[in-house]
């Protein structure tokens, strides 16, 4: 399709709002995306149409919702060329995939290991690997990161040894929007045995990532940010492995034959999948996908990319301002501070005049302690913002900046 920017706006109807007398523009689509109508009524129709539970019941409703929930399955196995469909599992997001994995990687670890992160993780990627370390007697290695928010890729070669089991980095960083090297990390951990999992969570809603030409292990990421409902997400992971890991929880429908004396589990990928599972999200998820490959990635991509140059020129007109993460290899996503001014005075300021960004530390701490500083700004955009929208930001951060100097 066309990209018709007018047309996809009115597709979200939160976005037709005042807030606090002035219209929304919303740039924290790096913590969640908005909701397009078509989504919206994909859960509604779920629970007016279809609601019942999945994989044991003989009667109709829940044959249809088998069937629906196991097509979004197919929809995303295609949608991230797995290949196959039983090596995409259902998670609650992006932070319950890692811990998954940490969990059961965990236990096939000894002391002298080494898992490898690197310093732009989100905690979500870095505290189960410590779990995990902890548990095991295993190392935690860290690849550093350079003064322009990209990582040390030397230092990451120098790293890896025959001692490293895995490797956990992120395709883009929430807090800078720097676009790691995946494949190259991949490839140089596979040199030496290591496993890789890559969080995908803030890759997905700008990129659709090939799992098989990556080459990665594992990869994750969450529903809510492209698109689709809060507490979805999906683990990606090559089939010697899910079958080499134990499973992360015990109940219903991970179960083969259960007797007081033995377990044994179901296979791929039941055996993940614990319980009766947010159905409705898993469904709506698959719809979440469908409307973003409708509008197509290459258009998405090409049209966030103008809004990230447009609003860092504009920025940059802006006295005082300091940037992070100034890497060419960027997704939509800007971090800056002003000089003398705490993060969180502008974000308040700017929220009364309708402008929503994010303040702080954004879960990596680690990387606003190599800065020296408490946090940052954050605006992240979506396809669905405009121009003018980063114009009312420059205005509203105008006003701030007079209130604050």
């Known amino acids: 399709m066309s990209f018709d920017i007018d047309k996809i706006r ?12 002035k219209p929304l523009v919303y740039f924290d689509n790096g913590a969640t995306s908005q909701k397009p109508q078509v989504v919206i009524d994909a859960e509604a129709k779920y629970y007016k149409e279809i609601n019942a539970n999945i994989h044991r019941g003989v009667h109709h409703l829940s044959q249809v919702a088998t069937d629906a929930y196991e097509e979004a399955r197919l929809k995303i196995q295609k949608h991230i060329n797995a290949k196959n469909s039983f090596e995409v599992l259902f998670t609650a997001g992006t932070t ?21 992160v690197s310093h732009l993780e989100h905690h979500s990627n870095i505290v189960p690997w410590q779990f995990a370390c902890e548990r095991s007697g295993a190392t935690l290695k860290v690849i550093p990161m350079l003064a322009d928010g990209s990582l040390d890729t030397e230092a990451y070669v120098g790293l890896l040894n025959s001692n490293t089991k895995l490797v956990a980095v992120n395709h883009i960083s929430n807090a800078l929007g720097v676009i790691n090297p995946v494949k190259f990390m991949i490839e140089k951990a596979h040199e030496v045995g290591a496993a ?6 803030q890759a997905v809603p700008h990129l659709k990532p090939d799992v098989q030409e990556l080459d990665c292990d594992f990869y994750v990421f969450s529903g809510h940010k492209m698109c689709g409902p809060t507490g979805t997400g999906i683990l990606y992971g090559k089939e010697n492995w899910l079958n080499q890991l134990p499973p992360y929880q015990g109940g219903g429908e991970m ?4 007797t007081f004396e033995k377990t044994t589990y179901a296979c791929l990928p039941h055996k993940f999948e614990a319980g009766t599972p947010n159905i409705a999200g898993g469904i709506v998820l698959g719809t979440a996908v469908d409307y973003l490959n409708e509008i197509g990635f290459d258009n998405i991509a090409a049209y966030e990319h103008e809004l990230l140059e447009y609003a860092t020129k504009r920025l940059s007109e802006l006295e005082g301002i300091e940037f992070y993460g100034t890497v060419k290899e960027k997704a939509s996503v800007i971090s800056f501070n002003f ?40 605006a992240s955009f979506a396809f669905y913002n405009t121009k003018e929208e980063i114009d009312q930001m420059i205005e509203a951060l105008n006003k701030a900046l007079i209130m604050l100097r």
Request: proline letters at 6%.
């Open 339 to 378: 000089k003398g001014i705490h993060p969180y005075d502008v974000g308040a300021i700017i929220d009364k005049l309708g402008v929503a960004v994010r303040t702080g530390h954004h879960c990596a701490q680690p990387i606003m302690n190599y800065f020296d500083i408490p946090g940052t700004i954050r």
């Open 196 to 201: 890789v999992l890559i969080d995908g969570a």
């Open 10 to 21: 009115k597709d979200f109807p939160i976005l037709f709002q005042q807030v606090n007398g």
């Open 255 to 258: 179960i083969k034959e259960v």
């Open 96 to 116: 319950f995939g890692i811990n998954l994995v940490a969990n059961g990687f965990g236990q096939l670890l000894k002391p002298g290991d080494e898992i490898i």
